[in-house]
């Protein structure tokens, strides 16, 4: 269930997440500020939707849904996706299609802290949060 993820999140470690932002296209200024951004990540449940909040001095997102159903979403650097959002086991799952392509977060619990893994075209960034 999506329960053990349900916290206030707070970014403690990230790792080759320019050269994974570098490979979804998003411009160097805008990579500049991603890589110094310090985001909270709030995620909470309100009846059967999820709600997933990345509040941060650069830009505030929060998207709602139901786990397993597609949804549009704009992302921080602006680009419009269909996301779908699922558990696998104790894996939370988040999947972002726009124009033929697909990223992948994949988010889980360990020792306490949440450790987020994002994917694309073979460039992956992990970015470790703790409970704030």
């Not at 990540?41 to 709602?64: A, C, H, R, W, Y």
Request: overall charge negative; charged content about 30%.
């Amino acid at each position: 269930m999506v329960d053990a993820f349900c916290a206030t999140w707070k970014l403690i470690d990230s790792q080759n997440f320019d050269e994974y932002m570098k490979e979804l296209g998003v411009s160097f200024a805008t990579r500049q500020v991603g890589n110094v951004t310090k985001p909270t990540v709030v995620i909470s449940q309100e009846g059967d939707k999820v709600v997933l909040k990345t509040l941060s001095t650069f830009k505030n997102t929060e998207i709602s849904f139901k786990l397993g159903e597609e949804f549009d979403e704009t992302t921080a650097d602006d680009r419009n996706v269909k996301s779908t959002l699922t558990m696998e086991g104790d894996k939370f799952l988040h999947v972002q299609k726009w124009d033929g392509k697909e990223t992948k977060f994949v988010r889980e619990i360990k020792d306490g802290k949440m450790v987020m893994t994002l994917t694309f075209e073979g460039v992956q960034a992990v970015r470790t949060y703790e409970k704030a």
